[in-house]
């Protein structure tokens, strides 16, 4: 598993640098006794935000038919039965991951298949945790058609601290578990919407890691 720099933190890391440069350079100038302290929290802070930004390239080796995968690093904070209403117009298994500031914040396609729907939503920045959050913050829609012909539902959604969702999928699109589909910056969640009859492998509470957790495995169309 490869790790480099994710091209979203760029831009944020040379700023955050030049910034802690201007506040320990004067320090070291004329403050000297301070330095080292102020020196050691300025790499903590910044090898923490780079943290943030890692981009592993990430390798599934499991079964890929029929199979649903964690669209991101995080904890199960949902998994529940609800009813969707914006694309698919029915009841589905909701299963939401958070994520903290600790975590990658890449997200990774959760099916192999076709994107068929994205759009972008405004809202406000309650916390990623909170169930309304689904609904009513910042978040973006993502409609994936897997290889089965199900049509699967992601949804990116902001937290209290994240303040733009990208998202990289356009309909059209081919998706694949391995490749990223989007991030979100600074603590959010990403929910899945499943078909009812999809075998569930998690729990709440459980860890997963985006690209390489089953988080499920949908029923098989023996029509395709």
Same mark, same amino acid.
């Given at each position: 598993?490869?790790?480099?720099?994710?091209?979203?933190?760029?831009?944020?890391?040379?700023?955050?640098?030049?910034?802690?440069?201007?506040?320990?350079?004067?320090?070291?100038?004329?403050?000297?006794?301070?330095?080292?302290?102020?020196?050691? *929290?300025?790499?903590?802070?910044?090898?923490?935000?780079?943290?943030? $930004?890692?981009?592993?390239? =990430?390798? $599934?080796?499991?079964? =890929?038919?029929?199979?649903?995968?964690?669209?991101?690093? !995080?904890?199960? @904070?949902?998994?529940?039965?609800?009813?969707?209403?914006?694309?698919?117009? =029915?009841?589905?298994?909701?299963?939401?991951?958070?994520?903290?500031?600790?975590? @990658?914040?890449?997200?990774? $396609?959760? *099916?192999?298949?076709?994107?068929?729907?994205?759009?972008?939503?405004?809202?406000?920045?309650? +916390? #990623?945790?909170?169930?309304?959050?689904?609904?009513?913050?910042? =978040?973006?829609? %993502?409609?994936?058609?897997?290889?089965? !012909?199900?049509? /699967?539902?992601?949804?990116? *959604?902001?937290? +209290?601290?994240?303040?733009?969702? *990208?998202?990289?999928?356009?309909?059209?699109?081919? +998706?694949? /578990?391995?490749?990223?589909?989007? $991030? /979100?910056?600074?603590?959010?969640?990403?929910?899945?919407?499943?078909?009812?009859?999809?075998?569930?492998? %998690?729990?709440? !509470?459980?860890?997963?890691?985006?690209? /390489?957790?089953?988080? #499920?495995?949908?029923?098989?169309?023996?029509?395709?």
């Amino acid at each position: 598993m490869k790790v480099k720099l994710h091209r979203e933190g760029v831009n944020i890391l040379i700023i955050l640098l030049l910034g802690l440069l201007a506040i320990n350079i004067p320090v070291w100038l004329y403050l000297r006794p301070a330095s080292i302290p102020v020196m050691a *929290v300025s790499v903590v802070f910044y090898l923490l935000v780079m943290n943030f $930004f890692r981009s592993p390239r =990430r390798h $599934f080796n499991g079964n =890929r038919e029929n199979v649903v995968v964690a669209s991101v690093d !995080g904890k199960v @904070v949902a998994l529940e039965e609800t009813f969707e209403d914006e694309y698919l117009h =029915r009841r589905a298994i909701q299963l939401s991951v958070f994520m903290t500031v600790f975590n @990658v914040h890449a997200n990774w $396609f959760p *099916v192999d298949g076709e994107v068929l729907y994205v759009k972008h939503h405004s809202g406000r920045f309650m +916390a #990623a945790y909170l169930p309304k959050s689904s609904t009513e913050n910042e =978040r973006s829609t %993502v409609v994936i058609k897997a290889r089965n !012909g199900q049509e /699967i539902l992601m949804r990116q *959604v902001a937290g +209290a601290m994240a303040k733009r969702i *990208v998202t990289y999928a356009e309909p059209g699109d081919e +998706a694949d /578990i391995e490749y990223h589909m989007g $991030f /979100i910056k600074f603590g959010s969640r990403v929910d899945i919407y499943l078909p009812l009859d999809a075998e569930v492998l %998690v729990k709440i !509470g459980d860890k997963t890691t985006g690209g /390489i957790t089953e988080v #499920a495995r949908l029923k098989p169309n023996e029509n395709v």
